[in-house]
């Protein structure tokens, strides 16, 4: 069974600062690896996926990621923070890489992201 | 455009009166998906679905039925809805199992 961890449910940053939201796994197989985004009163968005090609994934707004196998790690960075990307961040696994998938997305508990001006 | 719909976005209701949340996406995708939101939990799946008339439990099932009789539209139903079934809902659909969803825009619902 897979499970995500997200450090931090909240995490504070300036306007202009670098963005890191942190992301950890727990998969018996090769993962495939998302993030989401939501905006409030609003679903979710994907952000980018990892699906076993290139580690480095980019996305949209500005996003990006990189998968790290022996740190069973997939942070989220942004070099520049806006305004506008003050929402709810969400990682998810799915096991689909190894033929699975069948459950669907196993998601982690959200990280709030507040920029400040 | 491609979308997965939701409706109602809003509903109050009281103990006991049975609702149905109706989900439909236009991306004619096989699997479909229910999750319910609620602080500090994330997101957990309710039920899914791999194809038409095939339905299966996620981990947190209990209080809730589904079905699947069309490809389009996976209807969430709560035959006895309580207090503790307050929260924001969302359907999802993926092409394939495990992959990308794509999610509606949330049912809030509130059970007095």
């Known amino acids: 069974a897979q499970s995500v961890t997200q450090l931090g449910s909240h995490v504070s940053v300036s306007e202009g600062a670098l963005v890191l939201l942190r992301c950890n796994y727990s998969s018996s197989v090769p993962p495939y690896l998302f993030w989401y985004v939501q905006y409030p009163n609003q679903g979710l968005q994907l952000l980018l996926k990892?699906?076993?090609?290139?580690?480095l994934v980019k996305g949209i707004n500005g996003f990006e990621a990189e998968f790290k196998k022996s740190e069973t790690s997939f942070h989220l960075t942004k070099p520049s923070a806006h305004m506008s990307d003050a929402a709810e961040y969400f990682c998810a696994v799915s096991d689909l890489g190894s033929g699975g998938g069948a459950d669907g997305l196993t998601f982690g508990k959200g990280t709030h992201l507040i920029i400040q001006p | 455009e491609a979308q997965v719909t939701q409706n109602p976005r809003y509903l109050i209701t009281v103990t006991g009166k049975k609702l149905t949340v109706t989900c439909s996406q236009n991306m004619n995708h096989e699997y479909m998906s229910w999750y319910r939101q609620d602080p500090g939990l994330g997101l957990r799946q309710i039920y899914y679905?791999?194809?038409?008339?095939?339905?299966d439990k996620g981990d947190v099932p209990e209080g809730y039925k589904v079905s699947r009789k069309e490809k389009r539209n996976f209807p969430l139903i709560l035959e006895s809805p309580s207090p503790n079934q307050t929260s924001l809902y969302f359907c999802?659909?993926?092409?394939?199992?495990?992959?990308?969803?794509?999610f509606g825009p949330g049912t809030r619902l509130t059970v007095l």
């Open positions: 679905s791999m194809n038409v008339e095939v339905t």
């Open positions: 990892y699906t076993s090609a290139a580690t």
């Open positions: 999802a659909s993926s092409p394939l199992a495990g992959d990308e969803q794509f």
